[in-house]
Nanobody, 117 residues
Framework: QVQLVESGGGLVQAGGSLRLSCAAS????????MGWYRQAPGKQRELVATITRGGSTNYADSVKGQFTISRDNAKNTAHLQMNSLKPEDTAVYYC???????????WGQGTQVTVSS
């Protein structure tokens, strides 16, 4: 079994920055893609950014140039550096981990990010 724990959320003023972290632990596993998703009140969960094991990244158009995803394969961690935050970035942010053997996706419990205007 794999557990994901997110941290780093909070309340920040518009224009500020936050760095989210996601740590995976549990039994031995081989990781594939890691990603961050978010869900704002009344909206569907949406992709924010993903990163492959080899470091290739993909971003939602709305956060390109604003957010940066990174990972440390040795530590099974992923991070999301969020700069120039806007009120519309307010959401619960979830970490997603793809485990390759056996193939399965795991989700964290979510961390709240609130950006005040």
């Amino acid at each position: 079994q794999v557990q994901l724990v997110e941290s780093g959320g909070g309340l920040v003023q518009a224009g500020g920055s936050l760095r989210l972290s996601c740590a995976a632990s549990g039994s031995t596993f081989i990781t594939g893609d890691m990603g961050w998703y978010r869900q704002a009140p009344g909206k569907q969960r949406e992709l924010v950014a993903t990163i492959t094991r080899g470091g290739s990244t993909n971003y939602a158009d709305s956060v390109k140039g604003q957010f940066t995803i990174s990972r440390d394969n040795a530590k099974n961690t992923a991070h999301l550096q969020m700069n120039s935050l806007k009120p519309e970035d307010t959401a619960v942010y979830y970490c997603k981990l793809q485990v390759l053997v056996p193939m399965r996706d795991y989700w964290g419990q979510g961390t709240q990010v609130t950006v005040s205007s």
